[in-house]
């Protein structure tokens, strides 16, 4: 019955309380990249979201257009969202469209669909989340094949009670200042395929 129902109800719940207490933060967040970096405010990239139909994820920006490596791009302002996790905070946005949930596997690009084996597509059978299992677990430190192995775990109990565990998981995470890179990289490598 949660599943089906009284998660979407919890989502939108949570994620309208959560705009709405977010909102002072997120204007002072908006403002400082604006003056820090000038527009666009927002960062938006295509993602896979249920059964892998695209949609436009809503990030605030953290890094400098044009060429080169994320930590070449990455500003000192974007460091900090991305520690804090203020920089996914527009994502609630996402989950008040029914596009995410608030708590799922995260969403990934859509280039990452065809890498995944038949195991790793069933992450796509449930709205992808604004933190997951994995982000509970240390965020962008944990390395792929466990990542997607916890997402897995995820889709095979699905609770009210297991949903607030992950949440209040993921804020300690975020609040203990863990996972917010992979080791050697800016934020996290790229997926390498089901066999890498």
């Given at each position: 019955?949660?599943?089906?129902?009284?998660?979407?109800?919890?989502?939108?719940?949570?994620?309208?309380?959560?705009?709405?207490?977010?909102?002072?933060?997120?204007?002072?967040?908006?403002?400082?990249?604006?003056?820090?970096?000038?527009?666009?405010?927002?960062?938006?990239?295509?993602?896979?979201?249920?059964?892998?139909?695209?949609?436009?994820?809503?990030?605030?920006?953290?890094?400098?257009?044009?060429?080169?490596?994320?930590?070449?791009?990455?500003?000192?302002?974007?460091?900090?969202l991305r520690a804090t996790a203020i920089d996914e905070l527009p994502q609630l946005i996402?989950?008040?469209?029914?596009?995410?949930?608030?708590?799922?596997?995260?969403?990934?690009?859509?280039?990452?669909?065809?890498?995944?084996?038949?195991?790793?597509?069933?992450?796509?059978?449930?709205?992808?989340?604004?933190?997951?299992?994995?982000?509970?677990?240390?965020?962008?430190?944990?390395?792929?094949?466990?990542?997607?192995?916890?997402?897995?775990?995820?889709?095979?109990?699905?609770?009210?009670?297991?949903?607030?565990?992950?949440?209040?998981?993921?804020?300690?995470?975020?609040?203990?200042?863990?996972?917010?890179?992979?080791?050697?990289?800016?934020?996290?490598?790229?997926?390498?395929?089901?066999?890498?």
């Amino acid at each position: 019955m949660y599943r089906r129902w009284g998660k979407r109800a919890f989502d939108v719940l949570g994620a309208a309380l959560g705009l709405i207490l977010a909102a002072p933060l997120l204007v002072l967040a908006a403002a400082a990249i604006r003056l820090s970096m000038g527009p666009p405010v927002l960062f938006r990239q295509e993602r896979a979201g249920l059964h892998g139909r695209p949609f436009l994820l809503l990030k605030l920006r953290s890094m400098r257009p044009g060429p080169g490596e994320d930590a070449e791009r990455l500003t000192p302002l974007g460091r900090l969202l991305r520690a804090t996790a203020i920089d996914e905070l527009p994502q609630l946005i996402n989950v008040l469209r029914g596009e995410m949930s608030l708590v799922g596997p995260r969403p990934l690009p859509l280039s990452y669909l065809p890498l995944f084996d038949e195991r790793q597509r069933r992450r796509l059978a449930v709205r992808p989340g604004l933190c997951g299992l994995a982000q509970a677990a240390g965020r962008n430190a944990v390395p792929w094949a466990r990542r997607l192995r916890l997402d897995q775990a995820y889709l095979r109990r699905i609770s009210f009670r297991r949903d607030l565990a992950i949440i209040a998981a993921c804020l300690r995470v975020v609040l203990t200042g863990r996972g917010v890179s992979a080791p050697g990289h800016a934020t996290m490598p790229r997926f390498p395929g089901a066999g890498g």
